[in-house]
């Protein structure tokens, strides 16, 4: 659809927040009632990666939702709950713009995430175990199985898992043993027949052995019909033949348990000198970080419970109980199964308008630029624009940003070859990308040993900016190719993350991403650039100037933009005044919101959606109407104080028209989706707008939209 100041405004009311007339413009838009809590927030998000389990997903992509969900609360723990752990414990009281002291967040989390752990477990028992049973996928308890299977296990366990074991002892000889972050244990209580003494001892479950063990190489003939698969979990196999491993011991109990430990470990980047070996000391401490959650299993005594809590130094408060089994990212290894009929069809995706792989992309650059929209667009004109810049005779250097590459990069290994080539490399490589920091770490090593020039970025800041540039030289001189995006150098992540990204031979970009790599490299003030919005130099300043515009336009203005995250206070502020002044604004956030729409006389004119789906919303797009001259901006920022103060991140510009209409229907067609989008009320909560589908409306899914238009998928 075209460009226009109303857009889809009256397809996403579904909460009834409709554009009215500001009823109080003297409200204090600082009141912590006007904002939500992060932490809260982040767990709702995590709540509808919960209810995709029961969506209309084949089953193993619904199983895959449920160990995602799983992922991503450990991730919260060891990161925003360890945080809020060591403001407490530093005697730091202060608040965010919500208004609750870390101490009343961490009360508030153990009550939400209790209920979600229930709901958890609920999915798995009442909902993905039963259809697995029934699609030939057994997942069996260890007491259920017959005596030859039990027979068989036995065996199993002296051959591979008896080795790898070691029961640690806790008495007053032995200190209480260490136990590392997300490992699975068994707490085993023993008795000494001859004195009848108990004791205490742990056993780790190992990791490196499959969580669910498969029955089927062991007894094929237990096979019921050739596509059925049997699994049993791994602590069920331990647990019954513990007595090998305490022999002339009676096991009295035995019970999981489950810990969480605190991994964001601060760098002293200014002591450092070496940021590399730093940051590879800190992983090394990971293991070491104060216990922040401790899961046990329902029916756990509170003997062990109190051993337990006592010795990590933990409250009531970190415990979590589970009537299911601990850790359910275990689930992956059902996904991996080779069961095509239970899950996602795959696509082909399509190549970017105006690509064509038979003709060299510099020539094509020099022409066109080049619009992706990810996954739906393939990932390989990128690799092959890099691997081409390493190939080619007449280019002379390569500067690239890499926060996230992932394993067996090709962009990585063309920019090594671009190196034994006799091309001017360089590679930024973040080391500080949480949890990828140690597979960062191996290609920057690997980039340094081939000759490449890596930097690691600045201190204090995350490069989180997303370029590639190349310098060419032509007939007419030297010549700048960049390609800009808002996700990051990944072949994998690149199939199942949205985004966008833009790969151009304009000037103007060229010279600010030169300028860039110079600020990130040598020594800059550079405060302006000519199209770029840099954080933390101008981005800040430059956005608010953008939704201030509006705001003077009143009820002509338009705001639509999506995004991660919305939690900077400030933004917040511009937008509640905007909507305030009649401005119509629709927000898409995946993940984080802490502003509350559809309050009188603060946000009636703004709406929040989050869509959840097949593949994970990554890309971030801001577009103003600004009275008919529309200014659209795409990058790597989300409206977060880290992104937008601690972080380099980029916005830039889309101006040709065509590109820019092509980006603003991809936001369109957000706005319509009715099947995987949830609408965020004022007090919140979000609510899936399938619930508030009028009778006769058909549902709309914006992702298998995208599949058909771009791919050909068919359902």
């Given at each position: 659809m075209a460009e226009t100041p109303t857009g889809s405004a009256a397809q996403v009311a579904g909460n009834g927040a409709g554009p009215l007339k500001n009823e109080n413009p003297q409200v204090d838009l600082y009141a912590p009632s006007l904002y939500i809590n992060r932490e809260l927030s982040t767990i709702e998000f995590n709540r509808r990666v919960l209810l995709e389990c029961y969506a209309d997903h084949p089953l193993l992509e619904r199983v895959k939702f449920l160990a995602i969900f799983t992922g991503n609360t450990d991730e919260f723990f060891m990161v925003r709950v360890s945080g809020l752990k060591q403001q407490v414990l530093l005697g730091i009281f202060d608040t965010k713009a919500d208004g609750l002291t870390p101490r009343e967040q961490l009360v508030a989390i153990h009550r939400v995430m209790t209920q979600l752990y229930a709901q958890a477990t609920a999915v798995w028992?009442?909902?993905?175990?039963?259809?697995?049973?029934?699609?030939g996928i057994h997942v069996l308890e260890y007491e259920s199985l017959r005596k030859r299977a039990k027979e068989k296990l036995r065996g199993y366990f002296d051959r591979e898992i008896f080795p790898v074991l070691t029961p640690l002892a806790f008495d007053p000889s032995r200190p209480f043993p260490h136990i590392s972050n997300l490992s699975l244990n068994l707490a085993v209580v023993v008795r000494n027949p001859e004195t009848n003494k108990t004791s205490f001892a742990r056993v780790k479950v190992p990791s490196a052995l499959p969580r669910l063990v498969p029955l089927n190489p062991l007894d094929p003939d237990?096979?019921?019909?050739?596509?059925?698969?049997?699994?049993?979990?791994?602590?069920?196999?331990i647990a019954a033949n513990l007595d090998e491993l305490f022999p002339g011991m009676e096991i009295v109990d035995c019970y999981p348990f489950r810990v969480t430990r605190n991994t964001d470990m601060e760098i002293q980047e200014e002591e450092a000198d070496d940021l590399l070996l730093t940051v590879e000391e800190n992983l090394r401490q990971r293991h070491f970080g104060s216990v922040v959650r401790l899961e046990i299993a329902e029916g756990t005594p509170d003997d062990i419970r109190e051993t337990l809590v006592k010795n990590l130094q933990l409250s009531n408060y970190d415990v979590y109980t589970t009537g299911g089994p601990l850790g359910f990212s275990s689930l992956w290894q059902l996904h991996r199964l080779e069961r095509p009929d239970l899950k996602d069809k795959?696509?082909?995706?399509?190549?970017?308008?105006?690509?064509?792989?038979?003709?060299?992309?510099?020539?094509?650059?020099?022409?066109?630029?080049?619009?992706?929209?990810?996954?739906?667009?393939s990932f390989g004109p990128v690799v092959d624009y890099v691997e081409d810049a390493a190939d080619d005779p007449n280019v002379l250097a390569i500067k690239q940003t890499l926060y996230r590459v992932g394993p067996n990069s090709?962009?990585?290994?063309?920019?090594?070859?671009?190196?034994?080539?006799?091309?001017?490399?360089?590679?930024?490589?973040?080391?500080?990308?949480?949890?990828?920091?140690?597979?960062?770490?191996?290609?920057?090593r690997a980039l340094e040993r081939a000759g490449v020039h890596v930097v690691y970025g600045l201190i204090g800041l995350k490069t989180h900016c997303k370029l590639c540039l190349v310098v060419r030289r032509e007939r007419d001189g030297i010549h700048r190719y960049l390609h800009m995006s808002t996700g990051n150098y990944n072949s994998l992540t690149a199939r199942v993350y949205t985004d966008i990204g833009l790969m151009t031979s304009r000037e103007e970009f060229g010279a600010d991403a030169s300028e860039l790599f110079n600020f990130l490299t040598g020594y800059s003030n550079q405060r302006e650039y000519r199209k770029f919005l840099v954080a933390p130099v101008n981005l800040r300043e430059n956005l608010l100037a953008f939704v201030e515009r509006e705001t003077a336009l009143g009820e002509k203005g338009r705001i639509l933009a999506k995004m991660n995250a919305l939690v900077d206070p400030q933004m917040i502020r511009a937008f509640y005044r905007?909507?305030?002044?009649?401005?119509?604004i629709d927000l898409i956030i995946r993940g984080v919101c802490s502003l509350r729409p559809g309050l009188p006389g603060v946000s009636d004119n703004i709406r929040v959606t989050s869509v959840v789906g097949r593949f994970l919303e990554h890309s971030r797009m801001y577009y103003f109407h600004n009275d008919g001259a529309p200014?659209?901006?795409?990058?790597?920022?989300?409206?977060m104080p880290r992104n937008i103060d601690r972080r380099v991140e980029i916005l830039f510009p889309v101006d040709d028209p065509d590109m820019r209409q092509v980006i603003y229907d991809i936001l369109d067609v957000y706005l319509r989706d009715t099947e995987k989008s949830y609408v965020l009320h004022g007090d919140g909560t979000y609510v899936p707008r399938l619930e508030l589908l009028e009778e006769g409306e058909e549902p709309f899914n914006s992702q298998l939209y995208f599949l058909g238009t771009y791919t050909g998928y068919v359902e």
């Amino acid at each position: 659809m075209a460009e226009t100041p109303t857009g889809s405004a009256a397809q996403v009311a579904g909460n009834g927040a409709g554009p009215l007339k500001n009823e109080n413009p003297q409200v204090d838009l600082y009141a912590p009632s006007l904002y939500i809590n992060r932490e809260l927030s982040t767990i709702e998000f995590n709540r509808r990666v919960l209810l995709e389990c029961y969506a209309d997903h084949p089953l193993l992509e619904r199983v895959k939702f449920l160990a995602i969900f799983t992922g991503n609360t450990d991730e919260f723990f060891m990161v925003r709950v360890s945080g809020l752990k060591q403001q407490v414990l530093l005697g730091i009281f202060d608040t965010k713009a919500d208004g609750l002291t870390p101490r009343e967040q961490l009360v508030a989390i153990h009550r939400v995430m209790t209920q979600l752990y229930a709901q958890a477990t609920a999915v798995w028992q009442e909902e993905l175990y039963p259809q697995l049973t029934r699609a030939g996928i057994h997942v069996l308890e260890y007491e259920s199985l017959r005596k030859r299977a039990k027979e068989k296990l036995r065996g199993y366990f002296d051959r591979e898992i008896f080795p790898v074991l070691t029961p640690l002892a806790f008495d007053p000889s032995r200190p209480f043993p260490h136990i590392s972050n997300l490992s699975l244990n068994l707490a085993v209580v023993v008795r000494n027949p001859e004195t009848n003494k108990t004791s205490f001892a742990r056993v780790k479950v190992p990791s490196a052995l499959p969580r669910l063990v498969p029955l089927n190489p062991l007894d094929p003939d237990e096979l019921l019909a050739p596509a059925e698969q049997k699994f049993v979990w791994l602590e069920q196999v331990i647990a019954a033949n513990l007595d090998e491993l305490f022999p002339g011991m009676e096991i009295v109990d035995c019970y999981p348990f489950r810990v969480t430990r605190n991994t964001d470990m601060e760098i002293q980047e200014e002591e450092a000198d070496d940021l590399l070996l730093t940051v590879e000391e800190n992983l090394r401490q990971r293991h070491f970080g104060s216990v922040v959650r401790l899961e046990i299993a329902e029916g756990t005594p509170d003997d062990i419970r109190e051993t337990l809590v006592k010795n990590l130094q933990l409250s009531n408060y970190d415990v979590y109980t589970t009537g299911g089994p601990l850790g359910f990212s275990s689930l992956w290894q059902l996904h991996r199964l080779e069961r095509p009929d239970l899950k996602d069809k795959p696509y082909q995706p399509a190549l970017p308008a105006g690509y064509d792989p038979d003709v060299p992309i510099f020539d094509t650059l020099q022409n066109r630029e080049l619009l992706f929209h990810l996954p739906y667009d393939s990932f390989g004109p990128v690799v092959d624009y890099v691997e081409d810049a390493a190939d080619d005779p007449n280019v002379l250097a390569i500067k690239q940003t890499l926060y996230r590459v992932g394993p067996n990069s090709p962009i990585v290994r063309a920019l090594m070859r671009a190196r034994e080539n006799g091309k001017q490399v360089t590679a930024l490589v973040e080391l500080k990308a949480r949890f990828d920091e140690e597979s960062n770490i191996e290609w920057a090593r690997a980039l340094e040993r081939a000759g490449v020039h890596v930097v690691y970025g600045l201190i204090g800041l995350k490069t989180h900016c997303k370029l590639c540039l190349v310098v060419r030289r032509e007939r007419d001189g030297i010549h700048r190719y960049l390609h800009m995006s808002t996700g990051n150098y990944n072949s994998l992540t690149a199939r199942v993350y949205t985004d966008i990204g833009l790969m151009t031979s304009r000037e103007e970009f060229g010279a600010d991403a030169s300028e860039l790599f110079n600020f990130l490299t040598g020594y800059s003030n550079q405060r302006e650039y000519r199209k770029f919005l840099v954080a933390p130099v101008n981005l800040r300043e430059n956005l608010l100037a953008f939704v201030e515009r509006e705001t003077a336009l009143g009820e002509k203005g338009r705001i639509l933009a999506k995004m991660n995250a919305l939690v900077d206070p400030q933004m917040i502020r511009a937008f509640y005044r905007a909507s305030q002044a009649g401005v119509q604004i629709d927000l898409i956030i995946r993940g984080v919101c802490s502003l509350r729409p559809g309050l009188p006389g603060v946000s009636d004119n703004i709406r929040v959606t989050s869509v959840v789906g097949r593949f994970l919303e990554h890309s971030r797009m801001y577009y103003f109407h600004n009275d008919g001259a529309p200014v659209m901006y795409v990058g790597s920022a989300d409206l977060m104080p880290r992104n937008i103060d601690r972080r380099v991140e980029i916005l830039f510009p889309v101006d040709d028209p065509d590109m820019r209409q092509v980006i603003y229907d991809i936001l369109d067609v957000y706005l319509r989706d009715t099947e995987k989008s949830y609408v965020l009320h004022g007090d919140g909560t979000y609510v899936p707008r399938l619930e508030l589908l009028e009778e006769g409306e058909e549902p709309f899914n914006s992702q298998l939209y995208f599949l058909g238009t771009y791919t050909g998928y068919v359902e």
